[in-house]
């Protein structure tokens, strides 16, 4: 096997990391002058927005989230800081802590979901056909992301 | 993004472990290299260096201490610093680069065929320039 990668490889491996680069900043310069929130916390809320009941434990936060636990620490501060999230004891054993969607996060949520959406459609979405859409979730499935990957929209 | 997150995970975990050099480190070597030799200004780095600034400037001053590029202040220009690739960050990037360049094909290229590769490569390059 090559070590080289060549033309078509590289095309696809460096675009990948390009346009992640590209939409990752814009996308969250978005969220950030719009509703006050990073991509980082647009993530957990749309998560625990998702989960049964709206809450999730920390640990299992952190890992969807791929975040170090004092970074996803000094997130869910600042979440409950801003009062989108709570922190209550684990409901099930009440052993250790999970995040619970508030009222005020799911409202936020809400209005940055409509952002977020019109966002991915028009710098991501927009340039493919539906036959380049369904390729790409296909590439995503492989890849292990889901059909829900892409900035959790 | 997550899918992205994941690959950016395992990849940098690899690099350090194999190679004690992060994903940005490593991208910022690429990119001096590429240069053939030439010094590069922090800001005239690519799009895929670094997530943010912050990270960025530690990244480099990580490098800069281990002796894999040089960093120097431009007299001329405010604030602007010039990135020297030196012969051990060459050494270190070329042995990094088997590591990495087989991980790309085990994680990433394997999940698609040369032609969808292709069409991967077309659709970013839509992407960039929308």
Redesign the interface.
Known sequence: ?P???NA??L??????????????RDLEASLEARHGIS?GAY?VLVLLDEAPGARLRMSELAGA??MSSGGFTRLADRLCGEGLVARERASSDGRGFELVLTPAGRERLEQARQTHRADVRS??L???DSR?QE??GD??E?????SQ????V | ???????F?DFGEHLERQHRISMDGY?VLVALDEAGGKKLLMQDL????A?SAGVFVKSVERLAKDGLLTSTEVPSRTCAVELTLTDSGRERLDAA??TH?AD??M???V??T?E?????????????A?
């Open positions: 096997m070590t080289r990668l078509r490889e095309g696809a491996w460096r675009g990948f990391l390009r346009v992640h680069a590209l939409l990752w991509l993530d989230v791929l710098r991501f927009k340039p493919l380049e390729l790409l590439i995503w492989r890849l292990g992301g889901g990957d892409i900035g959790s | 993004m997550r899918a992205h997150a994941r690959l995970l991208a690519p799009l895929e260096v997530s680069r088997v360049r790309v094909r994680r990433f290229l999940c698609a040369g969808e590769q292709e069409i991967l490569g077309r659709f970013w390059e839509r992407v960039l929308a």
